[in-house]
């Protein structure tokens, strides 16, 4: 009985890997349809079962107009999972979201240039294409 309870032990100590969001490989194309070089890209994560804090990464289009993310994981114990559950709501009252969560936004030439993608966890699209958007959006890094 007590081998049964060190393992269960164990086993809410140790921090299992949770995926956050999927890796990301899109191509990315101008309102014209052709792959877009040189554009910078945003990827936002957060798993807000975990805690709220969001993490940022600003990249550039390649050549081909590629961009690529890598998966985003976190390695949590059972236990933090178990907790957060309760933790978390209390902590930030005011932001009710739970799970995990991404976007991508593409910023195009022109502040009304844009398009993004959320994310809960399926994969990403293979292709973004920019569009008109119906406001402006820049980016807090250039």
Same mark, same amino acid.
């Given at each position: 009985?007590?081998?049964?309870?060190?393992?269960?032990?164990?086993?809410?100590?140790?921090?299992?890997?949770?995926?956050?969001?999927?890796?990301?490989?899109?191509?990315?194309? !101008?309102?014209?349809?052709? $792959?877009?070089?040189?554009?910078? /890209?945003?990827?936002? @994560?957060?798993?807000? %079962? &975990?805690?709220?804090?969001?993490?940022?990464?600003?990249?550039?289009?390649?050549?081909? !107009?590629?961009?690529?993310? $890598?998966?985003?994981?976190?390695? /949590?114990?059972?236990? @933090?999972?178990?907790? %957060? &559950?309760?933790?978390?709501?209390?902590?930030?009252?005011?932001?009710?979201?739970?799970?995990?969560?991404?976007?991508?936004?593409?910023?195009?030439?022109?502040?009304?240039?844009?398009?993004?993608?959320?994310?809960?966890?399926?994969?990403?699209?293979?292709?973004?294409?920019?569009?008109?958007?119906?406001?402006?959006?820049?980016?807090?890094?250039?």
């Amino acid at each position: 009985m007590a081998a049964i309870a060190v393992l269960v032990f164990i086993l809410l100590l140790f921090p299992f890997e949770k995926i956050v969001a999927p890796a990301a490989n899109i191509q990315i194309l !101008g309102v014209n349809g052709a $792959p877009a070089p040189g554009l910078l /890209v945003e990827q936002r @994560w957060a798993d807000y %079962s &975990l805690s709220n804090e969001v993490a940022t990464e600003y990249k550039k289009t390649d050549a081909a !107009g590629r961009i690529w993310f $890598p998966k985003r994981t976190r390695r /949590v114990p059972l236990i @933090w999972r178990f907790l %957060s &559950l309760i933790l978390v709501p209390l902590k930030g009252a005011f932001h009710m979201s739970a799970g995990r969560y991404s976007t991508i936004i593409v910023y195009g030439p022109d502040p009304k240039i844009w398009t993004s993608q959320d994310n809960t966890g399926e994969p990403w699209p293979q292709v973004m294409q920019l569009r008109q958007g119906e406001g402006e959006i820049r980016p807090k890094v250039e």
